[in-house]
């Protein structure tokens, strides 16, 4: 079975925006914090706005194979390796986020399994570049926005 291959993206980009939209107006709801720090809602906004630009470049690319008329083979469609890759990941990271293991460790698990599930090899520099965003996604949410992730013993001794 024959795909169009502008389908998926366009999918992937109306949910993007649907979401964008969603996440923007829940950003005017959420009251400012009391303490130092951006607050949650500019990081909503942040969030909303980004949300929208991977909407637009996804509508983008959908445009572009509508114009070229690619399809994707149907067994192209869906990879069960990467998908349980990805899967699993999702499921060691609440494990461990359930176990007090912390943000750090989790996302890292998840990126590396995520990582994995796409094609790169477990042993390459992906643990690495996993736990360099984990550490900056933390302390971005904690010291700059004054949010409050799960901190297990990693997140203390690198941060306190």
Avoid: C
């Amino acid at each position: 079975m024959k795909v169009p291959a502008w389908r998926a993206p366009l999918v992937v980009g109306l949910v993007l925006l649907i979401l964008a939209v969603m996440t923007l107006t829940d950003s005017f709801k959420v009251s400012a914090g009391a303490g130092p720090g951006v607050g949650p809602a500019v990081a909503m906004k942040l969030i909303a706005a980004l949300l929208g630009l991977l909407g637009v470049a996804h509508l983008m690319q959908a445009w572009q194979h509508r114009e070229k008329q690619t399809t994707l083979a149907g067994e192209d469609v869906m990879n069960p390796g990467a998908l349980a890759w990805v899967l699993g990941g999702l499921i060691v990271q609440i494990v461990a986020l359930s176990l007090g293991a912390g943000f750090i460790l989790a996302a890292t698990i998840l990126f590396v399994s995520t990582a994995r599930g796409f094609g790169r090899p477990i042993k390459s520099l992906g643990p690495v570049y996993g736990f360099v965003l984990s550490v900056a996604v933390y302390a971005f949410f904690t010291k700059i926005l004054s949010l409050t992730l799960p901190a297990g013993p990693l997140e203390r001794l690198l941060l306190g």
